[in-house]
């Protein structure tokens, strides 16, 4: 990968970036933010594992092994945190 790329890459990665703080600074609001960010990360994750862990050049196998093992620590994380944030919510309504 050249030099170009790289900065190609990283100018995309700070558009979305900023595309992703100016929707949260107030200008969308409810679901639609949701998925604009969300929408916004997978852009992130596809340009970070293609180019800068060299995914697209790789095996569809190893891509897809990849992708499973972020999943699934993403999905192992995601519950940890969950049910103590359920907790504190529950516990801060009054």
């Known amino acids: 990968m050249t030099y170009k790329a790289y900065w190609g890459t ?3 990665l700070l558009a979305v970036t900023l595309g992703m703080i100016v929707a949260g600074s107030g ?5 639609a933010l949701l998925v604009l960010l969300l929408l916004g990360m997978l852009v992130k994750i ?5 180019n800068f862990m060299h ?5 569809r196998v190893l891509i897809l092994i990849v992708a499973l093992g972020i999943l699934l620590v ?6 940890g ?3 103590d944030a359920a907790r504190v919510y529950k516990l801060s309504q009054p």
């Not at 596809?46 to 293609?50: F, H, K, P, T, Y």
């Open 46 to 50: 596809g340009l970070i594992g293609g």
């Open 55 to 59: 995914l697209r050049s790789e095996n």
């Open 10 to 12: 990283w100018l995309a």
């Open 74 to 79: 993403s999905i192992a994380l995601f519950a």
């Open 27 to 31: 200008s969308v609001t409810g679901g």
């Open 81 to 83: 945190i969950a049910v």
